[in-house]
């Protein structure tokens, strides 16, 4: 494969380092009359490359290649300019993507082949970075585009687009009246092929190009990358509002990139190596709030917590403190009785309202684990509650081992316990993992759209109990075979003694509350 070196391009415009751009070519191949099927030849790949990062230009072009005798020529050949932008992020990492297989009914000899319209349906959209790898896969039977995502931040993004060309009909040589590319520092974002106001039998390419943002260090990179895995949709870590109604405190959750504006700077929405909540690009809208995130702010705090390095740390602390903090009161004043008050024989002891759950009612008293509300499992491994929410409400419970817990309640990823997720009809699963704060296995996700276990209209009889490493989620208040609805085992080999079930922050950051 070609390359050249282009100009080391100047620092990108919010004051990250310079990056370096290279131009390669993807090797000449016929094209000839050919349609989809001349991609498979090609394949443009910039995360592989020494100066690691994501493509800045695609453009078909036949220099170096054999001309042939005019377009018509069998021996026409043409090869991919391709220009591959260094990253400035401590590390890259990325991730494929593919658009579907789609098959031609008009070919059936070659339902792989397609004419230049085909690519009408491969848009490429990289919403949790850029894209660093661009090539068609043909198989026996259709023609699909794989794509990588690297995952970044970007900011200050612009729109560019093509001239209207004919594609209808038209075989692939067709691509080079469309140069794809990115002024100097941008990368790709976004590309595809649209008719908009063009003629019928033409098309053109729109795409978008953004600058890249020097990210605050690897800590906050780890956070995107560990809200990525959990939720591909959500791939961005922030200490930022959700919705404006009920999560209007700053909290860490994992956010769809539609929610933040990567042109404004937060207020102590990321952290920086040294453990330090910073001001970065990537904020939600105070005013308007976020509707599409997932509230994790155990799981992160947690993972910040058993994840930081010192050595990351550029400003080290200063050996003592300036000076003595206050020595506490002996005892503060008002503290509660040891004791709680007597409930009536026989009736729920405790009732909660948490966030979107407007109440628990549970069968036993409820404690507390740390500033957590938690229910003690019975001498049968069973839990029982009563929930009654809105189609937005959901649950998660942590369900623990008290004896790994510290005295001081914190909850990290080393606590011994299972994560149970039951959401409601806006997100109708339920699922469980095996760790506090991991994502589950597909295995252990189970749909119950049309059949949710949080009602609106009274409330909902919900039981959980666990049985050596097996978890069991039913309805009603009888624990029994039938009435069971979900159920996992773990058969794990680092067995779990469940006794303790912790309210944990669910995606609507319950704050529970007596009642």
Not at 51 to 66: E, F, M, S, Y
Not at 419 to 441: K, N, R
């Amino acid at each position: 494969m070609k390359f050249l070196f282009a100009a080391t391009v100047s620092a990108l415009l919010l004051g990250t380092t310079s990056a370096e751009s290279v131009d390669y070519y993807s090797g000449c191949n016929p094209f000839a009359s050919l349609g989809t099927e001349a991609l498979g030849e090609h394949d443009m790949q910039c995360d592989d490359k020494p100066t690691a990062g994501a493509l800045a230009k695609i453009h078909l072009v036949r220099i170096d290649c054999d001309p042939g005798v005019g377009t018509s020529s069998t021996n026409l050949e043409a090869e991919f300019n391709f220009r591959c932008e260094e990253s400035v992020q401590p590390k890259n990492d990325n991730y494929p993507r593919a658009s579907a297989c789609i098959a031609n009914p008009a070919n059936p000899e070659k339902p792989y082949s397609w004419d230049m319209e085909y690519v009408e349906n491969t848009p490429v959209v990289c919403n949790e970075g850029f894209i660093s790898r661009y090539n068609f896969e043909a198989t026996t039977t259709c023609m699909r585009l794989g794509y990588y995502c690297m995952l970044s931040t970007p900011t200050a993004c612009v729109d560019r687009e093509s001239q209207c060309e004919p594609v209808v009909d038209k075989p692939m040589e067709y691509w080079d009246r469309h140069n794809i590319f990115c002024p100097a520092g941008k990368m790709l974002r976004e590309v595809k092929m649209v008719q908009a106001e063009c003629a019928a039998n033409e098309r053109k390419f729109q795409w978008v190009c953004c600058d890249e943002v020097e990210d605050t260090g690897v800590m906050q990179f780890d956070l995107n990358q560990w809200c990525l895995g959990v939720n591909p949709a959500h791939p961005y870590a922030r200490r930022d509002i959700g919705r404006i109604d009920s999560q209007n405190t700053p909290s860490w959750r994992c956010y769809n990139p539609n929610e933040l504006n990567f042109d404004v700077k937060g207020t102590g929405n990321c952290i920086d190596d040294c453990g330090e909540l910073i001001d970065c690009y990537g904020t939600v809208n105070q005013t308007t709030g976020s509707t599409s995130h997932s509230s994790r702010n155990i799981e992160i705090t947690a993972h910040i917590a058993a994840n930081m390095n010192p050595s990351l740390c550029t400003d080290a602390p200063t050996a003592e403190p300036t000076a003595e903090p206050t020595a506490p009161t002996a005892e503060p004043t008002g503290a509660p009785t040891a004791e709680p008050t007597a409930e009536p024989t026989g009736a729920p002891t405790r009732n909660l309202t948490c966030g979107n759950i407007p109440e628990y009612v549970f069968d036993e008293y409820w404690t507390k684990v740390g500033d957590k509300h938690a229910v003690k499992f019975n001498d049968k491994g069973e839990i029982r509650l009563r929930v009654k929410g809105t189609s937005k409400s959901n649950i998660i419970l942590l369900l623990a081992d008290s004896s790994s817990i510290p005295a001081s309640g914190e909850l990290t990823e080393s606590t011994s316990a299972r994560e149970l997720f039951i959401g409601g009809a806006d997100d109708p699963v339920i699922h469980s993992s095996e760790c506090a704060g991991c994502a589950p296995d597909a295995s252990n996700i189970l749909d119950v759209a049309g059949n949710s276990l949080i009602t609106t209209d009274d409330y909902g009889d919900i039981w959980v109990s666990v049985s050596g490493q097996v978890v069991n989620v039913g309805t009603g208040t009888t624990v029994n075979a039938e009435s069971t609805v979900y159920s996992v085992d773990y058969n794990a080999s680092d067995a779990i003694s469940v006794d303790t079930a912790i309210l944990t922050y669910s995606y609507d950051d319950p704050e529970c509350q007596n009642l």
